[in-house]
C-alpha cells in the first residue's frame, strides 16, 4: 500500500452536507493527489500538492476544496455536498522524479443521498 | 489537453490464454511516460507495467509485456498465460514529462478470466 491511508473508508451522507476526506502517507513523499473514479470516466483529478501549504486545482476541482498543513496529510472538502459528488476518491502519492508511478491508498466511496 | 481512449470496456480471456487490452493517446509531445494499473474488486490500485517514451524497447513485467508504438500512440497490454487473478479492471495512463503532476486515465477495461 505504499504506506497511504484514507479515512473513511465508507461514508453516506446528506446533500448539502459538508464532508471532509482525510489522507495520511508516511512515505515522505512531497506530491500528493486527489482522484475521483466515476463509471466510463476512469479517474480524473481534482486537486494537487506540491508541498506543505502548496496545491492547486486539477481537471475537476469545481465544489472540492483541499488542504495540506503537514507533508504526511492531505485533506480533501466538499464545502455542501451534491448528489453528482457520489463517487470513489482515491488519494495517491508521488516522488519527485518524473516516471515516477502514483502509488494509491485504498479509495473512500462517498455516497451523498 | 491529453486524452486516454480505452476502446474495450469489457473482454475475456480463457485461464492460461493470452489477451491484449488496447490502449490509445493523443498528444503533441515528444516526451511522456505511460503506465497499466489494474484495479481487483478490492479496488486497490496496482501498478502493473511503465513506459517511457524515449525508450524504444518495450517494457516487460513477467507474463505482462506492451506494445508500445509511438509513432501510432498506442499502448497496448499484452498477459500471457492468464490467470485466474487478472480478473480485474485495467487502467491506461499518461503522463506529461513537463506537467507531471496531471496523470490521465482512460476509461478502463474489465476483464474476466474463465476457468
Known amino acids: 500500500d505504499a504506506g497511504i491511508t484514507q479515512s473513511p473508508r465508507h461514508k453516506v451522507t446528506e446533500t448539502g452536507t459538508p464532508v471532509t476526506l482525510r489522507c495520511h502517507q508516511t512515505?515522505?513523499?512531497?506530491?500528493m493527489y486527489w482522484y475521483r473514479q466515476d463509471p466510463g470516466h476512469g479517474l480524473r483529478l481534482i486537486h494537487y500538492?506540491?508541498?506543505?501549504?502548496?496545491?492547486d486545482k486539477g481537471e475537476v476541482s469545481d465544489g472540492y476544496s483541499v488542504s495540506r498543513s503537514k507533508t504526511e496529510d492531505f485533506l480533501l472538502t466538499l464545502e455542501s455536498a451534491t448528489s453528482s459528488q457520489t463517487s470513489v476518491y482515491f488519494c495517491?502519492?508521488?516522488?519527485?522524479?518524473?516516471?515516477?508511478?502514483?502509488?494509491f491508498g485504498n479509495g473512500t466511496r462517498l455516497t451523498v443521498t | 489537453a491529453q486524452t486516454v481512449t480505452q476502446s474495450q470496456p469489457e473482454m475475456s480471456v480463457q485461464e492460461a490464454e493470452t489477451v491484449t487490452l488496447s490502449c490509445t493517446y493523443d498528444?503533441?509531445?515528444?516526451?511522456?511516460?505511460l503506465f497499466w494499473y489494474k484495479q481487483p474488486p478490492s479496488r486497490q490500485m496496482i501498478l502493473v507495467i511503465r513506459?517511457?517514451?524515449?525508450?524504444?524497447q518495450n517494457a516487460t513485467e513477467n507474463r505482462f509485456s506492451v506494445n508500445f508504438q509511438k509513432a501510432a500512440k498506442s499502448f497496448s497490454l499484452k498477459i500471457s498465460d492468464s490467470q485466474l487473478g487478472d480478473a480485474a479492471m485495467y487502467f491506461c495512463?499518461?503522463?506529461?514529462?513537463?506537467?507531471?503532476?496531471?496523470?490521465?486515465f482512460g476509461a478502463g477495461t474489465r476483464l474476466t478470466v474463465k476457468p
Open positions: 500538492s506540491y508541498g506543505v501549504k502548496d496545491t
Open positions: 512515505e515522505n513523499h512531497r506530491y
Open positions: 513506459q517511457e517514451a524515449y525508450k524504444q
Open positions: 495517491a502519492i508521488s516522488g519527485a522524479v518524473d516516471n515516477s508511478p502514483l502509488h
Open positions: 495512463a499518461y503522463r506529461n514529462t513537463y506537467n507531471n503532476n496531471d496523470m490521465r
Open positions: 498528444t503533441s509531445e515528444s516526451d511522456y511516460y
